[in-house]
Structure formats: structure tokens, C-alpha cells
């Protein structure tokens, strides 16, 4: 799948993760749109596989990064995290 043609945006990056075809050391860029500040932005993907076998995934939005942590069989999310600010971080488990 080449998503350099596919018009994206970067809400929708959460659930691209889940169709990805993931494995340990995946890397991938592309540009998505981010509505917020109207513009394109670099959508960086970096991918580990954890002792666990589930995936810890870099994504970086341009200079804002966010970890994902995939369930591999599922592909369940099963944690986000981010740090919005200086010393203030933000994490959802589900």
C-alpha cells in the first residue's frame, strides 16, 4: 500500500496504525493534512517489537511525538502517550 498518493490526515494516523503491516524495525514518512493548524505535515513511523510481542510505535508529527503500544495478534491499541509540554506528560490506556 503507498500512502505518498493517498490523501490523509492526521487524525486518521491512530487508526492507519492498526492496518500497517508492522513488524520490528518498521519505519515510514509520509505527509498528512493536520486540520488544526492547515497545513500538511511529516507523519514519521517508527515500529519495535516488545518481549511482550506487542509493537511500541514512534510517531512523530512533525515536532510533536507519540508512542503507540499495538496488540501484534489484535491489533488492539492498547496505550498512547505523549508529552503535550515541558515535564507534562499524557497517556491513555485502554
Request: no cysteine; glycine share 6%; aromatic share 10%.
Amino acid at each position: 500500500m503507498s500512502l505518498h498518493h493517498l490523501p490523509i490526515e492526521t487524525f486518521s494516523v491512530e487508526l492507519l496504525l492498526r492496518t500497517l503491516p508492522l513488524e520490528g524495525g518498521y519505519v515510514r514518512s509520509f505527509h498528512a493534512f493536520n486540520v488544526l493548524k492547515e497545513e500538511e505535515q511529516l507523519i514519521e513511523i517508527h515500529a519495535d517489537e516488545q518481549p511482550d510481542g506487542s509493537f511500541k510505535v514512534k510517531v512523530g508529527f512533525g515536532a510533536m511525538t507519540q508512542w503507540y503500544w499495538i496488540r501484534t495478534d489484535t491489533r488492539e491499541l492498547l496505550k498512547q502517550s505523549s508529552e503535550p509540554a515541558p515535564g507534562l506528560k499524557m497517556e491513555f490506556r485502554r
